[in-house]
């Protein structure tokens, strides 16, 4: 069965290209793409160490 991924946001500012992820303990992202920020909240492991982080793959740049 095909998964439905969901469309990135159509934007001309790289600034807004925000990307939702999840910081392990040892201070390493989780190798895996989560669809928005409820679903890395439901996998998040707090209780270890890990947070639901937003960044920016495209540019360091001030939001």
């Known amino acids: 069965m095909a998964q439905a991924t969901a469309a990135p946001p159509e934007t001309d500012d790289v600034r807004e290209l925000i990307t ?3 910081l392990l303990a040892n ?3 989780a190798g895996r793409r989560f669809a ?3 679903e890395a909240e439901a996998w ?3 209780e270890d ?7 920016n793959a495209v540019c360091d ?3």
Do not use: S
Request: aromatic content about 4%.
């Open 27 to 29: 201070g390493r992202l």
């Open 49 to 55: 160490g890990e947070e639901v982080v937003e960044f």
């Open 44 to 46: 998040a492991r707090p």
């Open 61 to 63: 740049c001030d939001m």
């Open 36 to 38: 928005g920020r409820a």
């Open 20 to 22: 939702v992820g999840v």
